[in-house]
């Protein structure tokens, strides 16, 4: 378990809106995983929790020391929950997994052990999850499917699973990319825009065992559409420079 007093290498993001029975097991997991391998800490956004969500992450906060919590005082979605969690965080890296308790929390270790096979270029890497099984209902892995494909032609990220809440990546690359409503969908092509590169791992997958799922089919299609060509845009309209010479400290 991380010490306060030490150099934390990982913040653990868990954006939640009323995932109550959720959150002590997930965080349970989370230790087991972690706990003795490196210095973490697990940073809790709740994003405007109505049920017993707040109880329940209080309860951890005050037992579990390397235990934080951000509260937003509405709901303003996934993504601006994982930036909210981005900028609290202590940790040289950042990991997220989504709080439903689907994403596997060991398997925050497949993504860590990838990062240790990149060697210098994990530095400006992505290591993201890929669900090759996953415990959808039918109509949301088709959309999800679909919506894939056409992310992967238009963006050209080449990333088979991009909305896989399993991330892994530098803390100050992550507060580099452009803070929006979708962040969390297109962070792939947004680390490639940067200069980086995409790591996909192999990752598992559950059914979702308790609460309800705040998927919308239909207008996250549509929002999807709109959000990916503004993606598109912004790689059309920007041009990354090459640095040949590096600016010197003043006075030499």
């Not at 297109?186 to 791992?201: C, E, H, N, Q």
């Not at 559409?225 to 010479?245: E, F, H, Q, V």
């Amino acid at each position: 378990m991380a010490e306060t007093t030490s150099i934390l290498e990982l913040s653990v993001i868990v954006p939640v809106k009323n995932e109550a029975g959720n959150i002590a097991p997930l965080v349970g997991e989370i230790d087991a995983a972690l706990a003795g391998r490196l210095a973490y800490e697990v940073i809790i956004v709740d994003d405007g929790s109505d049920d017993g969500t707040g109880h329940e992450i209080d309860a951890l906060t005050h037992s579990r020391a390397h235990v934080r919590v951000v509260r937003h005082a509405k709901c303003c979605g996934q993504s601006q929950a994982t930036i909210s969690g981005g900028l609290a965080a202590r940790g040289v890296w950042i990991a997220t997994l989504d709080g439903d308790g689907q994403n596997v929390p060991a398997d925050i270790l497949k993504l860590i052990e990838a990062r240790a096979r990149a060697g210098a270029d994990a530095d400006q890497s992505l290591f993201i999850g890929n669900r090759s099984a996953r415990q959808d209902s039918v109509a949301r892995r088709v959309v999800s499917r679909i919506a894939n494909g056409i992310r992967r032609f238009v963006l050209g990220d080449q990333t088979p699973d991009s909305g896989c809440g399993l991330k892994l990546l530098p803390r100050s690359v992550f507060l580099g990319l452009p803070r929006f409503d979708a962040l969390h969908r297109f962070m792939p092509a947004l680390v490639i825009r940067a200069g980086g590169r995409v790591v996909s791992v192999p990752v598992s997958h559950r059914p979702r065992d308790k609460g309800v799922s705040k998927y919308g089919i239909w207008r996250r299609g549509v929002l999807g559409l709109i959000d990916m060509l503004g993606i598109a845009w912004l790689k059309l309209r920007y041009t990354r420079p090459t640095i040949n010479s590096p600016a010197s400290p003043r006075g030499e």
